[in-house]
């Protein structure tokens, strides 16, 4: 560039000595050489903007802010000056730009940014999701890209031993709720019940569960509709390789007070297990999905049978001396 402006200059300087000592009468202020004369005081004038423009003297600040070189600032970052050898000065993160960081659930930001054409993105570390911020400038859970909602903590759920577990925990590790039982004694099936109050009908829930230690033949938890008062349960739950409907019509241990309303074989214990539970005001029903996504309804019943449910929740069960360790991922609330 500067030996382009040089030239230049030299240009306008012969063609200045040129006229100068040009025949042409300078009295006339018209024709020809007012054409010339206005012609070169245009180009004057470029020549000078030309020179401002690649005038580099000072600081960094002083540089004027050109199209973004993201080669040369970090990814989410703009130059505040370029110099004349395309350097970058001065980076500063894009005012507006999605910001996209990792945490755990527990550092998850307080605000986030949403507009019509970006959003923040949070990826947790100690959880199968992202959080991406919504057009309320809100948190929103995803799970393969669907909405999911965190379970309760343990300190939000009603605990309940109904049964002769010695040892029951409940821990909250990032987002996910955990349950880990150990019976009393070797007697069948001591249940540990976290439950909530209930939400006015229509409403669903749905969760993602896995099992984390256990003797695989006694692996049994699920979740379940309960009644406060009597302590009457049904429960949606795996066990030994089985989906089963299950009511309790007492509220201690469950042996000999167990009904199996429904049940299906060969799913494995590996993995996730998707369950969902539905009480449309009309009827309870409860769900299985193998992909996350399309639910099979495994039973359904008026929704007063036996009880009427004011809490829902989780259970775990305890078999002979194992213990039962299990997680759940999400507690998704919907209407259908």
């Known amino acids: 560039m500067k030996r382009i402006y040089a030239v230049l200059l030299g240009t306008l300087g012969v063609l200045a000595l040129l006229i100068a000592q040009s025949s042409f009468p300078p009295s006339s202020g018209g024709g020809v050489w007012g054409t010339i004369t206005g012609t070169l005081s245009a180009q004057a004038d ?39 050898g395309g350097n970058a000065q001065n980076c500063t993160a894009a005012a507006g730009g999605p910001s996209i960081t990792s945490g755990a659930y527990s550092s998850l930001p307080g605000t986030c940014t949403h507009t019509s054409t970006q959003s923040d993105m ?7 999701y ?12 995803k799970w393969n890209n669907y909405n999911v909602t965190a379970p309760p903590t343990c300190a939000a759920l009603t605990m309940i031993n109904q049964g ?11 987002p996910a709720l955990t349950f ?33 230690n256990g003797n695989a033949a006694f692996l049994n938890a699920g979740i379940i509709f309960r009644n406060s008062s009597s302590g009457k349960a049904v429960a949606l739950e ?17 042996g000999g ?27 309870r029903k409860y769900y299985w999905s193998g992909d996350g996504v399309n639910f099979m309804l495994l039973y359904l019943e008026a929704r007063t049978t036996n009880f009427t449910a004011d809490q ?11 213990q039962n360790q299990v997680t759940w991922w999400d507690w998704t609330q919907g209407t259908n």
Do not use: H
Request: net charge negative; hydrophobic share 35%.
């Open 130 to 141: 992202v959080a991406v911020c919504t057009a309320t400038n809100t948190w929103q859970l």
């Open 164 to 174: 002769g577990n010695t040892t029951n925990t409940c821990t909250n590790t990032g």
């Open 238 to 254: 795996f066990y030994n390789q089985t989906l089963r409907v299950e009511y309790w019509s007492a509220t201690t241990t469950d």
């Open 312 to 322: 829902v929740g989780f259970v775990d069960l305890a078999w002979s001396t194992n």
């Open 122 to 128: 949070y990826y947790i570390t100690d959880a199968p």
């Open 180 to 212: 880990a039982v150990t019976p009393g004694s070797a007697s069948c099936c001591q249940n540990w019940f976290g439950v909530q109050t209930a939400p006015a009908t229509p409403y669903s829930f749905t969760t993602r569960m896995n099992f984390s």
């Open 46 to 84: 470029l020549a000078s903007a030309l020179a401002a423009k690649l005038d580099t003297s000072g600081t960094a600040a002083k540089a004027t802010a050109l199209a973004s070189t993201p080669s040369k600032c970090g990814a989410g970052n703009y130059p505040l000056g370029v110099d004349t």
């Open 257 to 283: 007070s167990l009904t199996t309303l429904a049940t299906i074989g060969g799913i494995s214990s590996a993995g996730v297990i998707t369950l969902k539970i539905l009480d449309d005001g009309t009827n």
